[in-house]
């Protein structure tokens, strides 16, 4: 399952994080700025929390599709002007398959990593990260338990731009480090509510059919 991830990290509009994906995280030190406790710092932090709600639909194992309804949270911390990390993860609310029989459903994500981020325009920024994702899939089938879990490296790029006075436009593009591995394509938009809080929606564009795809709506908070 390594692409459900996508909406934990970023279901937000994500740090991203992706089974092989993530949920999509700001980048820093655009010249605007704005003043928190007096002092002066980016327009686009990397230093925040979020919280987001979403929908994974037409993800197969085997046979069996499923959709799936995620609750996700996720963090990242700026370390220096061009370094940060993150983690997130997502568990699954409620799960309808494609089968009556398989009953007990239960899905989780998680992921973790560090990022770099570059200035290319007082707007425009791009991103490149790795980080480690995993999932986990248990139900009872006719069959027996089933149980699977998975992790992987995830590679990411990207690019955040800052667009009129409070929107957010978001691209990224995200591979597992697994031979044959496609790359799934986030994108997200975040309007700031106030200078410190923002709602987002994510969508998720998986490289396979069988990954399925995500949209989910959510909550970040920049500190």
């Known amino acids: ?64 599709s499923a959709d799936v ?13 061009t370094v940060h990390v993150f983690l997130g993860g997502a568990t699954a609310t409620s799960i309808d398959t494609s089968d009556p029989a398989i009953t007990d459903t239960g899905v989780s994500s998680w992921f973790a990593g560090v990022g770099l981020n570059e200035d290319l325009t007082p707007n425009l920024s791009g991103f490149a990260r790795v980080s480690v994702a995993g999932s986990s899939v248990e139900a009872m089938t006719p069959g027996g338990a089933y149980k699977e879990s998975d992790s992987s490296l995830v590679y990411s790029l990207g690019l955040r731009y800052f667009a009129f006075d409070s929107l957010e436009l978001s691209l990224i593009g995200l591979a597992a480090a697994e031979s044959g591995a496609t790359v799934n394509l986030e994108v997200s938009a975040l309007y700031r509510i106030q200078p410190d809080l923002g709602v987002g929606l994510v969508s998720t564009i998986p490289g396979r059919e069988e990954d399925g795809d995500s949209i989910g709506l959510g909550v970040r908070w920049y500190f």
């Open 1 to 64: 399952m390594i692409c459900s991830l996508p909406l934990a990290l970023a279901l937000a509009s994500s740090p991203a994080a992706t089974a092989s994906c993530t949920l999509a995280p700001p980048l820093p030190a655009l010249q605007e700025t704005v003043e928190r406790g007096g002092q002066p710092r980016a327009l686009l932090p990397y230093t925040y929390v979020e919280a987001g709600y979403g929908t994974l639909s037409g993800y197969s194992v085997d046979t069996v």
């Open 69 to 81: 309804d995620l609750l996700s949270v996720a963090g990242s911390l700026e370390l220096t002007p």
